[in-house]
């Protein structure tokens, strides 16, 4: 159990060590939204899309209002769930599966500036230029 490059993934994939891919990103309550992927699946398709409501909902999942990203009154679109393959993870409290972390992208490829990885990734960027590197604890 532990991390794994993408290229040891594959090869359990291929083996059928591995039959389950999550594709997750944290939400702004810090839950693990995504999508369980099979491993074949995976193999011929490492991305995927999600709904942007899943940035704008609460921990019911009740869509809230007052985002500029999606809304009842101007509709909900996909985003991109682009696979940070530095995150890959074996899992222990499932079977035969895997874990990678995902950034969320725009349609054009930009971030999505509020998803909590960008927010994080971006305040990370200006404490290195500072000259700093924040640390934390849970």
Known sequence: MGRLTIAELNESIRKKEIDTVILAFPDHIGQLMGKRLTGDFFLENNDANCCDYLLTINIEETPLAGFKLSSWEDGYGDLLMVPDLSSIREISW???????????????????????????????????KMGMKGLMAS
């Open 94 to 128: 499932q079977k035969n599966s895997a874990i990678i972390i995902c950034d969320l992208k725009h349609r054009d490829g930009s971030p999505v500036e509020i998803a909590p990885r960008t927010m994080l990734q971006n305040q990370s960027e200006r404490l290195s």
